[in-house]
């Protein structure tokens, strides 16, 4: 191809694509959106094919997750956005990165009086329901400068899901190359920190609260905790931002209800990077009673909860010059008040969910310290994601917000095409596996290994509960399961069913040295066992 050559725009959006370094694209191919991969191979982009534009959408959020760059999903028209929806959607309340790319109806097509395939009334407005935004590129100029914007804001803003769509006859159309790709964005400068410096250092019991926003700012939070000496919480998705052993660390028991009175006993509490939601809570409120200050790169964020102070900025960069700034000094929390109040809500852990404590501590010892995990809604990650420290973030992913079924076993396989030479482990319960167990082909197509860890009580134990403290009777919680290594082994999988915690060890080290994945069948009957 020469310098300023015509060719069909699907074809040049490949091209764009790997000069702005994607490197792999997940999706299915069809009638609509055939011309997106006229040029994949040519520009030296892997493709990834999933079984289900669900799988695809999840893929690229695992990606996006365990690499830090964007991830990117193609789709046809119709069926194939409504089935990555779901995947978006859980994208744009984790602050994923995913650039989802689709086919539409040519506008003549629309509104004629009959029905065309794939036909949609409002297929642009369906996605920006669960995208940051959805728009449609009638020629190639807007195509290339939109898919420039979704890159450029992933990389200078919150990172939320974006989707771009093209009409199936502007795809196959020539158009002139796409423009060299945007200089390196220019970030803002650290924001003024002195009024939040000057708060701190005069705490007493100074707590920090950290988010998922926090995960690339770890080196400076740990050094501004050591400075002050100040206690800290973590969200689920902040695990890993403190060092693990620290004495004044209350760990990711944020959403114990009786937090909320030892928040109450802080003098100044720092949040960075979190929404502070309804799942990092599930109380109405944070519980101070003090002066609060937030940190936060979204300013929507910052508005919506009221602080004393906030602070619009990157994580890393407002924490550093914090620490940069304050004096060393002591507070008045203890180490003994921690330690205690972690062990009685572990204890409530183990307490409220039996059996799952023991097999997590089995899996954090047998498991390398830089493994990714990726888990499902399900009882045994509702604990782990409590009671499992980690010794970094960015290590544990998991569908928080929008909490869908189904995201761990394509979610884990985007990860570890991401990241070939990890580690990488799948957990999921008995149900939701079930979602996108179609998957499994795409797992063994990779070659790599996978082990996916399956928690099997037979039942939706979390929905039975809830049932049992409303008290209704209990209906619709048991359903008919397969014989999961048979059906592991039928895509050419391999599959273990450990009886013991001892036996669950030797078989996840098999799987990780496995070329391909290996479904480890878990029970509850296993603790018993030891």
Same mark, same amino acid.
Request: aromatic share 6%; charged share 20%.
């Given at each position: 191809?020469?310098?300023?050559?015509?060719?069909?725009?699907?074809?040049?959006?490949?091209?764009?694509?790997?000069?702005?370094?994607? =490197?792999?694209?997940?999706?299915?191919?069809?009638? @609509?959106?055939?011309?997106?991969?006229?040029?994949?191979?040519?520009?030296?982009?892997?493709?990834?094919?999933?079984?289900?534009?669900?799988?695809?959408?999840?893929?690229?959020?695992?990606?996006?997750?365990?690499?830090?760059?964007?991830?990117?999903? *193609?789709?046809?028209?119709?069926?194939?956005?409504?089935?990555?929806?779901?995947?978006?959607?859980?994208?744009?309340?984790?602050?994923?990165?995913?650039?989802?790319?689709?086919?539409?109806?040519?506008?003549?097509?629309?509104?004629?009086?009959?029905?065309?395939?794939?036909?949609?009334?409002?297929?642009?407005?369906?996605?920006?329901?669960?995208?940051?935004?959805?728009?449609?590129?009638?020629?190639?100029?807007?195509?290339?400068?939109?898919?420039?914007?979704?890159?450029?804001?992933?990389?200078? /803003?919150?990172?939320?899901?974006?989707?771009?769509?093209? &009409?199936?006859?502007?795809?196959?159309?020539?158009?002139?190359?796409?423009?060299?790709?945007?200089?390196?964005?220019?970030?803002?400068?650290?924001?003024?920190?002195?009024?939040?410096?000057?708060?701190?250092?005069?705490?007493?019991?100074?707590?920090?609260?950290?988010?998922?926003?926090?995960?690339?700012?770890?080196?400076?939070?740990?050094?501004?905790?050591?400075?002050?000496?100040?206690?800290?919480?973590?969200? *689920?998705?902040?695990?890993?931002?403190?060092?693990?052993?620290? &004495?004044?660390?209350?760990?990711?028991?944020?959403?114990?209800?009786?937090?909320?009175?030892?928040?109450?006993?802080? /003098?100044?509490?720092?949040?960075?990077?979190?929404?502070?939601?309804?799942?990092?809570?599930?109380?109405?409120?944070?519980? @101070?009673?003090?002066?609060?200050?937030?940190?936060?790169?979204? &300013?929507?964020?910052?508005?919506?909860?009221?602080?004393? %102070?906030?602070?619009?900025? /990157?994580?890393?960069?407002?924490?550093?010059?914090?620490?940069?700034?304050?004096?060393?000094?002591?507070?008045?929390?203890?180490?003994? =008040?921690?330690?205690?109040?972690?062990?009685?809500?572990?204890?409530?852990?183990?307490?409220?969910?039996?059996?799952?404590?023991?097999?997590?501590?089995?899996?954090?010892?047998?498991?390398?310290?830089?493994?990714?995990?990726?888990?499902?809604?399900?009882?045994?990650?509702?604990?782990?994601?409590?009671?499992?420290?980690?010794?970094?973030?960015?290590?544990?992913? @998991?569908?928080?917000?929008?909490?869908?079924?189904?995201?761990?076993?394509?979610?884990?396989?985007?990860?570890?095409?991401?990241? &070939?030479?990890?580690?990488?482990?799948?957990?999921?319960?008995?149900?939701?596996?079930? *979602?996108?167990?179609?998957?499994?082909?795409?797992?063994?197509?990779?070659?790599?290994?996978?082990?996916?860890?399956?928690?099997?009580?037979?039942? %939706?134990?979390?929905?039975?509960?809830?049932? %049992?403290?409303?008290?209704?009777?209990?209906?619709?919680?048991?359903?008919?399961?397969?014989?999961?290594?048979?059906?592991?082994?039928?895509?050419?999988?391999?599959?273990?069913?450990?009886?013991?915690?001892?036996?669950?060890?030797?078989?996840?080290?098999?799987?990780?040295? @496995?070329?391909?994945?290996?479904?480890?069948?878990?029970?509850?009957?296993?603790?018993?066992?030891?």
């Amino acid at each position: 191809m020469t310098d300023g050559a015509m060719r069909p725009l699907g074809a040049q959006i490949s091209a764009m694509l790997k000069a702005r370094g994607v =490197e792999v694209i997940f999706g299915i191919p069809g009638v @609509h959106n055939v011309e997106l991969y006229r040029g994949i191979e040519e520009a030296g982009i892997t493709h990834v094919l999933a079984r289900h534009e669900q799988g695809a959408g999840f893929m690229a959020d695992g990606y996006a997750r365990a690499t830090g760059r964007p991830g990117v999903a *193609y789709v046809i028209t119709g069926p194939g956005l409504t089935n990555l929806m779901t995947p978006l959607g859980q994208a744009l309340s984790d602050s994923v990165p995913v650039l989802a790319i689709s086919s539409c109806l040519d506008t003549a097509d629309l509104g004629i009086g009959r029905a065309r395939l794939h036909e949609m009334p409002d297929q642009e407005g369906a996605a920006a329901t669960v995208c940051d935004w959805s728009r449609t590129a009638q020629d190639a100029a807007t195509a290339y400068h939109l898919i420039d914007r979704a890159l450029a804001e992933f990389a200078l /803003d919150r990172p939320r899901p974006k989707h771009v769509q093209l &009409p199936i006859g502007v795809l196959g159309a020539p158009a002139p190359p796409p423009p060299p790709p945007l200089g390196a964005p220019i970030g803002a400068g650290a924001p003024d920190v002195t009024r939040a410096a000057g708060m701190i250092a005069a705490a007493r019991r100074p707590l920090f609260v950290f988010g998922g926003g926090a995960r690339g700012a770890a080196g400076p939070a740990r050094a501004l905790l050591a400075r002050r000496q100040a206690a800290s919480f973590t969200t *689920y998705a902040g695990r890993g931002v403190v060092v693990p052993g620290d &004495p004044l660390a209350f760990g990711s028991f944020l959403a114990r209800p009786d937090s909320a009175a030892v928040i109450a006993g802080a /003098d100044l509490v720092v949040v960075v990077g979190s929404e502070l939601s309804e799942v990092d809570l599930w109380r109405p409120d944070l519980g @101070h009673a003090c002066p609060l200050i937030r940190v936060d790169i979204d &300013p929507a964020e910052l508005a919506d909860t009221p602080a004393d %102070l906030a602070i619009r900025g /990157d994580a890393a960069a407002v924490l550093s010059a914090l620490a940069a700034t304050l004096p060393e000094g002591n507070s008045d929390w203890t180490a003994a =008040e921690v330690a205690q109040a972690r062990a009685r809500w572990r204890a409530e852990a183990d307490a409220e969910r039996p059996g799952i404590v023991p097999v997590c501590d089995a899996l954090r010892a047998v498991l390398p310290a830089e493994t990714r995990i990726y888990s499902d809604m399900t009882q045994f990650a509702y604990v782990a994601k409590e009671v499992w420290d980690l010794p970094e973030p960015g290590l544990w992913h @998991h569908p928080f917000g929008f909490g869908t079924l189904g995201y761990a076993l394509p979610a884990a396989i985007g990860g570890k095409v991401g990241l &070939p030479d990890v580690p990488v482990v799948a957990i999921a319960g008995d149900y939701g596996l079930q *979602y996108t167990i179609q998957e499994l082909g795409t797992a063994v197509e990779l070659g790599r290994p996978l082990p996916i860890l399956l928690w099997d009580n037979g039942k %939706l134990k979390e929905i039975e509960d809830s049932m %049992l403290r409303s008290q209704i009777a209990p209906n619709a919680v048991v359903a008919r399961n397969p014989d999961f290594g048979a059906l592991a082994r039928a895509w050419g999988a391999a599959a273990a069913e450990p009886d013991s915690l001892d036996a669950l060890a030797g078989a996840v080290r098999a799987a990780l040295a @496995h070329p391909g994945p290996t479904l480890i069948r878990m029970t509850p009957a296993m603790t018993a066992r030891g």
